[in-house]
């Protein structure tokens, strides 16, 4: 079984920036895809930014140029540095992973505020 523990959401001011961090623990096959999702009140859970073992990103357009995300494959960690934080960032963000095979598998959450 694998688990995911993030760290880092909090409070911070409109163009302000803050990191989460993921760290997944367990079976994890080497070729896999880390990222992070969020999902604000009344709205459906979206992708954020997510990397591929080989090094592959991929970006919502609405945190291109304002995030980057990043991943320690030694130690099964992935990161996302966010910059110049809206309002609109405000939501849960998620961390994922999805694996060879097809096995996925997230976070618990963690609360990302940023106040206007």
């Known amino acids: 079984q694998v688990q995911l523990v993030e760290s880092g959401g909090g409070l911070v001011q409109a163009g302000g920036s803050l990191r989460v961090s993921c760290a997944a623990s367990g079976r994890i096959f080497a070729m896999n895809v880390m990222g992070w999702y969020r999902q604000a009140p009344g709205k459906q859970r979206e992708l954020v930014a997510s990397?591929?073992?080989?090094?592959?990103?991929r970006y919502a357009d609405s945190v291109k140029g304002r995030f980057a995300i990043s991943r320690d494959n030694a130690k099964n960690t992935v990161y996302l540095q966010m910059n110049s934080l809206k309002a609109e960032d405000t939501a849960v963000y998620y961390c994922n992973l999805w694996a060879q095979g097809g096995y996925e598998y997230w976070g618990q959450g963690t609360q990302v505020t940023v106040s206007s």
């Open positions: 990397m591929h073992s080989d090094g592959f990103t």
